[in-house]
């Protein structure tokens, strides 16, 4: 049984069991591995989802989920530079909109009570802009990376979760 959603797995970069039985990987894109570089920078990039699906418009009903992770892309670069074909990009006409659809659609699926895990990076914008744009505020979260600027946090979908 299906209780965990990915909505933009990309290449389950931070996923301990890549395959967990009980998620469903989705993603926009698909890209079957590449090497990219040589000797000890080389890297693998890939993008296998199970389904090929948009996150701002999930096709699932109404609380489906008891997770959601939701790591959008969070940088404005080429389409075709390595940073996007690895995590994909936004637009930077239309990320506002993007980003709230997103949200709206990753809690819409969730169950009531259920958890929402969602990663960010400060790289071009503020946690602080992305926040405003759901009507959710989280129950915890933390910094990492070496400049700080990747959050993790942890929203739970309840009427007590909900900004006034």
């Known amino acids: 049984m299906i209780k965990i959603l990915d909505a933009c797995c990309g290449g389950r970069a931070f996923w301990f069991d890549k395959e967990h039985p009980e998620t469903l990987y989705i993603d926009y894109r698909?890209?079957?591995?590449?090497?990219?570089?040589?000797g000890k920078n080389a890297r693998v990039r890939k993008c296998l989802p199970d389904r090929i699906e948009d996150f701002r418009n999930l096709r699932y009903i109404d609380n489906t989920f008891k997770l959601v992770v939701f790591d959008p892309p969070h940088l404005f670069v080429g389409e075709q530079?390595?940073?996007?074909?690895?995590?994909?990009?936004?637009?930077?006409?239309?990320?506002?909109?993007?980003?709230k659809r997103g949200f709206s659609e990753c809690f819409r699926v969730l169950r009531k009570d259920?958890?929402?895990?969602?990663?960010?990076?400060?790289?071009?914008?503020?946690?602080?802009?992305?926040?405003?744009?759901?009507?959710?505020k989280p129950l915890f979260g933390h910094r990492s990376g070496k400049a700080q600027k990747t959050h993790w946090l942890t929203f739970m979908k309840s009427d007590v979760n909900l900004k006034e």
């Open 30 to 38: 698909r890209m079957d591995p590449e090497v990219v570089g040589k």
């Open 81 to 99: 530079s390595y940073m996007a074909k690895c995590y994909g990009c936004m637009d930077k006409k239309t990320w506002k909109e993007d980003i």
């Open 114 to 136: 259920g958890i929402l895990i969602f990663k960010w990076n400060e790289y071009n914008i503020p946690v602080r802009d992305i926040l405003a744009l759901t009507e959710y």
